[in-house]
């Protein structure tokens, strides 16, 4: 088992900044992507940004310039700088992590919301 524990939602204006962390403990020997997720109200849940092991990151588009992922795996954290955020990046943000033999496991989600 994997368990997951994000930090550092809240509330910010259009333009402000926020870091999301994700903290991995239990099973880790064999985590290989971590990443984050968001789903708006009446939304599907959307890929972010994801970081494998060897440091290959992935961005949605929407998000490109803006969020900067990152990955320690000495602390087995996963962290999300998102800058210049606006509103349509409301949401619930979900950290995961694809385990090589148990498939993924999801956090619980932190609430991140733009105000205008």
């Known amino acids: 088992q994997v368990q997951l524990v994000e930090s550092g939602g809240g509330l910010v204006q259009a333009g402000g900044s926020l870091r999301l962390s994700c903290v991995a403990s239990?099973?880790?020997?064999?985590?290989?992507?971590m990443g984050w997720y968001r789903q708006a109200p009446g939304e599907q849940r959307d890929l972010v940004a994801s970081i494998t092991r060897a440091g290959n990151i992935n961005y949605a588009d929407s998000v490109k310039g803006r969020f900067t992922i990152t990955r320690d795996n000495a602390k087995n954290t996963v962290y999300l700088q998102m800058n210049s955020l606006k509103p349509e990046d409301t949401a619930v943000y979900y950290c995961?992590?694809?385990?090589?033999?148990?498939?993924?496991?999801w956090g619980q989600g932190t609430q991140v919301t733009v105000s205008s």
């Open positions: 995961y992590v694809d385990h090589a033999f148990r498939g993924r496991y």
């Open positions: 239990g099973t880790i020997f064999s985590i290989n992507t």
